[in-house]
Structures are given as C-alpha cells and as structure tokens.
C-alpha cells in the first residue's frame, strides 16, 4: 500500500512487473526494473495493454511536441524512487531529441504527482533520505536546466514532490480540479527537492512562507490569483490548451527559445548588470545563425509565414 501526501492510500502494490504488450504509434513507453531501463518503440501499432500493464511512464511525441504522461493512477502518481528513476529516464529521452522543441508533463486519474511513497520513505535514516531526495532533485534541476520549454499540465492534486515538480517547469496551466501545496510540515519534515527555493521565487517569500508552514493546499483559481500557475481551464480543455501553447512555441525559432530560457533562468542568481551582459551576448551570438536572416528579412518583406530553419 503507498500513502500519500494527499493522505490518499491506494490500496494495492506497488508498480506492475508485468510486461507491455504494444505501444501506439511514436510513443516511448519506459520502465525501470532493477537498475535497467527499457526503451520500447513500435510503429504502427495500437495501444492495446490496460491498467497494471501500461506503462508508468509514457513519452509520446506530437509532431515536435514531446508529452509525458505518469501513469501510476492507482497510486494517485505517488513518487517511489525508481517511479522518479523512470521519470528522469523519459525527460533524458525527450532532451536528446532533437525532433522535440518543446515538453509537455501530466498525469492520469485525478493527479498530476500527489506527493511522495511515504511509505518508502518513512524508515529511511537522515543518510538514505539524504540520498533518496537527491534522485527528485536531480529530475527538477533537469528540468528547470533543460535547453526546450518544459509545460506542466496540472489535471490534479499536484502536492509535495508533485508541486515540486511543477514549480521545475517553464509554465503551469492547472484544471480547475487541481489542488496545489508543499504539505510537508503536517508529516514533521520540509520539502527536499527544491520546493522551499522555488516557491518563493515564483510567488514571492510571504505566500511562499504561508504556504508552507500551514501545508495548506491552494485550489487551482487561487494559484492563479498569487502567480503560481498561468492559466485555469475546465479538465477536458486543459491538454488541448497545453498543446496549442506548445505548437506556437514551436513554431518559432528555436535558438532565440533556448537562448530566451537560458537569459530568464539567469537572472534569478545574478545582477540586474550580470544579467543583461549575458543578454546581450546571447543577443549578439544569434546574429550569425540562418534564423536571424529568416526572421528579421521576412518581416522587412512582409512575410505572414515565416519558417525557421532552427540554425
């Protein structure tokens, strides 16, 4: 059984050991079982295995789109080590894609990630949580590092690791069932993968400070109200909207999208000084690239349809 930090059990085991059937066309279904990871690819095929035999990560890709899925939703996507293991495996796949711009995160059920395996976590000493929280740290570092924009779609409860996870992403669009907090003091501990650094920097130290040292969870229109998410939308329209925003990214010169993410990111540990320098020599490098000619000759010519190179 793996308890949550919604509070949520499960009321069964934990990940299947069975083995997949089938994939559906340009997905990646990606599993870790004992320190190995199997990349499954299969064109042409439909999806076929149901419930304890999919996958509990999916990486699909949509045109340049990169989607991934947690699909543990009889655990309400709880964070298990080799669950992140898994997950960090699909973000490393989606980063060495070059035919993927941009990356797009949700969950199944009624959770984007619900929390930790408290489960697992609950006999660990300081030394073997010290080690256990470095595997979630790492994924959010990849994330927030990654050269393409990272969308989290929040379908649900997206608390503790979960919201840590988000708060690791570019953008945040919530449904409007989604429950957003950093409920760790109710378990006598504190976030440990970067849910007190970013947090604050996202909505400001005195909500941050609220936030979590009540553990109270924010209902997805007062997330919106203080910053922490860009957009609320009703459930079924919430993908749709993610992917539309991930299509206009992509349509866009890439270069001058990475180059944008590397100025914001930044900016957060250095000078207003440092960090326009660093602006403008980010500025002054796409001025040799194809995509600078494309785009400042296509609007002198009045182009409508400007297409990138991405060089």
Do not use: W
């Not at 993968?193 to 909500?207: E, F, K, N, Y």
């Not at 910053?227 to 009703?234: A, D, E, Q, T, Y």
């Amino acid at each position: 059984m793996v308890t949550h930090a919604c509070g949520e059990d499960d009321g069964g085991s934990d990940r299947p050991d069975s083995k997949f059937d089938c994939l559906s066309q340009k997905s990646y279904n990606i599993r870790i079982k004992l320190g190995q990871c199997a990349y499954l690819a299969e064109a042409g095929l439909q999806q076929t295995a149901e419930g304890k035999d999919m996958a509990s990560v999916i990486f699909e890709k949509k045109n340049h789109i990169g989607i991934i899925t947690f699909n543990r939703p009889e655990t309400l996507n709880a964070l298990s080590s080799g669950f992140v293991n898994e997950i960090h495996e699909a973000v490393k796949a989606a980063e060495a894609d070059d035919d993927v711009f941009v990356l797009v995160l949700t969950g199944t059920g009624k959770s984007f990630i619900a929390g930790a395996d408290i489960e697992e976590m609950y006999p660990m000493g300081p030394e073997e949580i010290f080690e256990f929280s470095s595997y979630a740290t790492d994924l959010n570092m990849r994330l927030e590092k990654m050269s393409k924009p990272v969308i989290a779609a929040i379908n649900g409860y997206a608390l503790g690791g979960g919201l840590e996870v988000a708060l690791a992403c570019d953008i945040r669009y919530a449904g409007e069932k989604a429950k957003l907090g950093l409920p760790e003091v109710k378990l006598g501990v504190i976030c440990g993968s970067g849910g007190t650094q970013r947090l604050c920097r996202i909505v400001g130290d005195s909500i941050a400070k609220e936030m979590i040292f009540t553990g109270r969870a924010v209902d997805a229109q007062e997330a919106l109200r203080i910053g922490l998410v860009n957009k609320v939308l009703p459930q079924e329209e919430l993908m749709p909207a993610a992917l539309e925003l991930a299509e206009e990214i992509c349509r866009y010169g890439q270069l001058a999208i990475r180059a944008s993410k590397k100025c914001v990111n930044y900016a957060q540990d250095h000078s207003i000084e440092e960090g326009s320098l660093y602006e403008r020599q980010r500025f002054s490098e796409l001025f040799v690239t194809e995509d600078q000619k494309i785009g400042m000759g296509g609007f002198l010519r009045k182009e409508k349809d400007i297409k990138f190179k991405n060089r």
